[in-house]
């Protein structure tokens, strides 16, 4: 069993919908978790991160996680198909002096017009 | 700021030939990462260099050995090129820079094919 796993998609949806993404993990020593965004051949970048249980905001953008569930989700509000790309969890734990993070697969999401 | 580099961007071998792909970062960061990112595997780590002068194996090392060559400079080498590592290259930088705060750049990759 992978200690992330997230559903590949593709998931299409409506401009305008809200789009849920989410991550489960089995590694209870995580307490990093980030959203990296992928669009179609470049690298993936941030695009939101965050160390507590419960909801962090950015514009369209929430981020939830669920520690006692060891559960992690993206909502994305008035989706536009600029939104259209993989999107990425990641986490790690806080040990170390690098940060070495382990990845979910990654889901598709298309945004229709 | 050009963030993170990659070269080349595209590359063919054979089985058995070897090659190094390179990577540089104009942002100043202590640590570095090699990646690869197969379909339905997700981004693995290959090695990493927490600073300068050190190295250390991530998830799938085996047929790679790495160069930190300085603070801006980690290379990746495939010794002798098989199929099975035929896959997208992305190499990466971060740093601490507030509590646990560490963001990874991601260059653009390189996509490597081993027929």
């Known amino acids: 069993q992978k200690e992330v796993e997230q559903d590949p998609g593709p998931l299409s949806v409506p401009e305008g919908a809200i789009v849920s993404l989410n991550c489960t993990y089995s590694?209870?020593?995580?307490?990093?978790f980030m959203w990296y965004r992928q669009y179609s051949r470049k690298g993936p970048e941030l695009l939101m991160y965050?160390?507590?249980?419960g909801n962090k905001e950015d514009g369209r953008f929430t981020a939830q996680v669920d520690k006692s569930s060891k559960y992690i989700s993206l909502f994305i509000r008035d989706s536009q198909p600029s939104d259209s790309a993989t999107y990425l969890c990641?986490?790690?734990?806080?040990?170390?002096?690098?940060?070495?993070?382990?990845f979910g697969t990654g889901t598709r999401l298309q945004v229709t017009l | 700021n050009a963030g993170v580099t990659q070269t080349p961007k595209f590359q063919v071998l054979k089985t058995g030939q070897s090659m190094t792909l390179q990577c540089a970062q104009d942002?100043?960061?202590?640590?570095m990462y090699w990646y690869r990112q197969d379909p339905g595997m997700g981004l693995r780590l290959i090695y990493y260099?927490?600073?300068?002068?050190?190295?250390d194996k991530g998830e799938v090392p085996n047929g790679y050995n790495v160069s930190r060559l300085n603070k801006r400079e980690f290379s990746l080498r495939l010794e002798s090129a098989a199929p099975s590592q035929t896959s997208v290259y992305f190499c990466?930088?971060?740093?601490?820079?507030?509590?646990?705060?560490?963001?990874?750049?991601f260059g653009p990759g390189t996509r490597l094919l081993v027929l």
């Open positions: 965050t160390y507590s249980s």
């Open positions: 990466a930088s971060s740093q601490r820079t507030s509590g646990i705060q560490e963001t990874q750049y």
């Open positions: 260099s927490a600073s300068e002068g050190t190295t």
């Open positions: 942002m100043n960061h202590n640590s």
């Open positions: 990641a986490m790690r734990d806080l040990t170390g002096t690098a940060s070495k993070l382990t």
């Open positions: 590694n209870s020593a995580f307490q990093y």
